[in-house]
């Protein structure tokens, strides 16, 4: 396992993060993906920090907040240590059916916080990230409630999640001239059948020093080697009604063709693969891989040794490239004499 720093700071993280959206059995918004209850998240999380990994993230709206609580129960169930983990959760989805039960104005923010503290059973957070944007709330209050439980020792780094380039942008630049906490990382989905994240947010976590946490890299399952042209439906929560996140399916069929003889030749599953190409992205500083049993998430840590040579890579990156867009295929013309 190897660690990398997260974003702009001296915080070390597992290139591996233990996803709990699968932990609870409560059902609700994320039934589809939980199910998983105490004794089993034990042996996973137990399955996980054996193999090294230290960063685990969960969210207050996973399973209506059962996730958090069979998360900090696992840490004490497994007696481990609170300082060798690095603890991450989220705010922004509704708790309630309120009208300030949802959001990021700073009523919310506080008070969930408090509520996430409890569930974990810890007195402070080391990633404390927005789930969504908030078109409601400005920017700056959201920024100074996430400041002030910095500067009270509740939270040690905060992050964004599933936001524009603009929004993190406008984040980071009133963090800089208001002196306050800044955005060290985002959570996004990124993966070999899903780059749309390179076309503006990739340069400017480059930029801007910002870590990257991938969330569903395999693209729902479709990279897990279920699901083939002859059965495109397969056998995972695809097979269902929900059919998420969107992917272009004839592309990522052509990308499980380069996959699957690759695999095989280097004595791994295709799911594997698909996280080795993730870990061989500069901007990746952490992969978040959930698991319902321990042979899947066994699978996904073995991802930690797949080699690709630069032919491999460079193969996948035209199969799976995207379609030129304006302005990028500009730049692209008219910016090469400056590069050269």
């Not at 693209?219 to 083939?228: C, V, W």
Request: with cysteine; proline share 4%.
């Amino acid at each position: 396992m190897k660690y990398n720093l997260l974003g702009r700071t001296g915080l070390k993280v597992s290139e591996f993060c233990l996803g709990t959206m699968t932990f609870g059995t409560v059902g609700g918004r994320f039934g589809p993906m939980s199910g998983v209850d105490q004794a089993a998240a034990n042996a996973l999380l137990q399955r996980a920090v054996e193999a090294g990994v230290n960063f685990i993230d969960t969210a207050n709206v996973y399973s209506e907040g059962q996730s958090e609580e069979i998360t900090g129960q696992a840490i004490r169930d497994l007696g481990l240590r609170r300082d060798s983990l690095i603890l991450a959760t989220k705010v922004r989805g509704a708790m309630g059916s309120g009208p300030n039960d949802a959001g990021l104005s700073r009523k919310h923010i506080l008070e969930q916080v408090e509520g996430s503290l409890r569930r974990l059973q810890t007195d402070y957070l080391d990633l404390y990230q927005t789930h969504s944007f908030d078109p409601l709330t400005p920017l700056d209050e959201t920024l100074r409630a996430l400041d002030d439980l910095v500067r009270s020792g509740k939270v040690r780094y905060i992050g964004a999640s599933n936001v524009a380039a603009w929004q993190l942008t406008r984040a980071l630049d009133i963090a800089h001239y208001e002196h306050l906490t800044r955005f060290q990382s985002l959570q996004a989905y990124y993966t070999i059948a899903g780059r749309e994240l390179e076309r503006e947010l990739v340069p400017l976590l480059l930029d801007q020093q910002v870590g990257l946490m991938v969330w569903s890299p395999l693209a729902g399952g479709f990279l897990s080697g279920k699901y083939t042209r002859e059965q495109p439906n397969g056998e995972g929560r695809r097979s269902g009604s929900f059919d998420f996140p969107p992917v272009n399916k004839d592309r990522a069929f052509a990308i499980l063709d380069k996959l699957r003889p690759k695999a095989e030749a280097k004595g791994h599953t295709v799911a594997a693969l698909a996280l080795g190409w993730l870990l061989h992205q500069p901007v990746v500083s952490s992969v978040i891989i959930g698991a319902k049993q321990l042979n899947q998430l066994n699978d996904n840590l073995r991802a930690v040794d797949v080699q690709f040579t630069p032919d491999e890579l460079q193969e996948l990156d035209q199969v799976s490239a995207l379609a030129p867009e304006y302005p990028g295929w500009m730049l692209a013309a008219t910016g090469g004499d400056r590069r050269a």
